[in-house]
């Protein structure tokens, strides 16, 4: 995917072609399209008739294969929970997992050890993509660091992380860094309304001007879920709010509500405007700015918390109990 606020990040990538580090990690804040910039550089390394204005070809051999996701120099290493493909079973009677992994394991940095060990197919480079490398952890981090430390020629890792912060300080200071911003709101809008989401500047605000989330967020179900939460917050029917959380995916959504709730009217009760669009901005001021900013805090702490497993409606009517009045 190309995004148009991604020019001035991929033309300085193109100018780390010719003296390639061995790993390179592309941060930021999610929703702005670090992967899909990711993937187009990764093509770009694997094209076999690159352009004279910098881009993939897309009809040689290795543009083919990297799109149809069967590159044999390519290994892309995420969590189990994001896999774009789940292989079908070898074995019949064989038995899958009963939830797929939220974190990348060391067996599939030991499984990318093994193929960056063997020569290029294709007599070029060896890509491996990691994504979010956050979600790696601590075994599979470490595992991974040695291959930095001591990289097979020919062989580039490139890591994607939303939060770097949480990386090991030894990983991160093996990558060289490659920050993205958000775009400014005028080009996310553009591309929103391009991609016909109407009451896009809502959704701009409330994915914090990721417009990848706002489409996210705009679209289908997700949005009658939000709707839903906001109003039941607004006219405090918190037993309706637990009703409508069922599935871990549920528990998540609320956090975040309730998490961009209280901010906003932390805002307002400071005399600020608020952020997400959760509330009015003509609500009235209160002196109970440090209440909800305490409890955004605390949901900011949940909000890591509901990707364990545990009773969905359980969490939250405990989170909901911690919301003020």
């Excluded at 470490?142 to 890591?159: Q, R, T």
């Excluded at 006219?235 to 906003?264: H, N």
């Excluded at 669009?277 to 305490?294: C, K, N, Q, V």
């Amino acid at each position: 995917m190309k995004l148009p606020w991604h020019q001035k990040s991929w033309e300085a990538l193109v100018r780390l072609v010719d003296k390639l580090p061995h790993a390179l990690l592309i941060h930021g804040t999610p929703g702005i399209g670090k992967l899909a910039l990711a993937e187009r550089f990764a093509q770009y390394l694997l094209c076999e008739a690159r352009t004279s204005s910098g881009e993939p070809c897309g009809r040689c051999d290795g543009c083919r294969w990297f799109v149809a996701g069967s590159h044999p120099d390519v290994r892309r290493i995420e969590p189990e929970i994001l896999a774009k493909r789940v292989a079908d079973d070898e074995e019949a009677g064989s038995q899958r997992p009963a939830k797929p992994s939220s974190e990348i394991k060391i067996e599939q940095v030991r499984e990318l050890a093994d193929f960056l060990a063997l020569g290029s197919h294709r007599g070029r480079l060896r890509v491996a993509l990691v994504h979010p490398a956050e979600d790696m952890n601590a075994h599979a981090a470490n595992a991974l660091l040695k291959s930095l430390e001591e990289p097979p020629p020919g062989a580039v890792f490139v890591l994607v992380s939303h939060r770097p912060a949480r990386l090991l300080p030894t990983v991160r200071s093996r990558c060289v860094a490659m920050p993205m911003e958000a775009p400014a709101s005028k080009a996310a809008l553009q591309w929103l309304g391009a991609q016909g989401l109407s009451d896009g500047a809502r959704w701009l605000a409330f994915a914090g001007g990721a417009p990848l989330r706002a489409l996210k967020y705009g679209r289908g179900t997700q949005a009658e879920a939000i709707d839903k939460m906001l109003a039941a917050i607004a006219s405090g029917r918190r037993a309706e709010l637990a009703g409508l959380v069922e599935a871990r995916e549920d528990l998540q959504l609320l956090a975040e509500v309730l998490q961009k709730f209280a901010l906003d009217k932390a805002l307002v009760a400071a005399g600020a405007s608020p952020r997400y669009h959760t509330i009015d901005p003509g609500t009235g001021g209160s002196s109970r700015a440090r209440e909800w900013l305490a409890f955004a805090r605390r949901m900011g702490s949940d909000r890591a918390l509901t990707s364990h497993p545990l009773n969905p409606k359980l969490f939250a009517l405990e989170m909901l109990a911690a919301m003020p009045d």
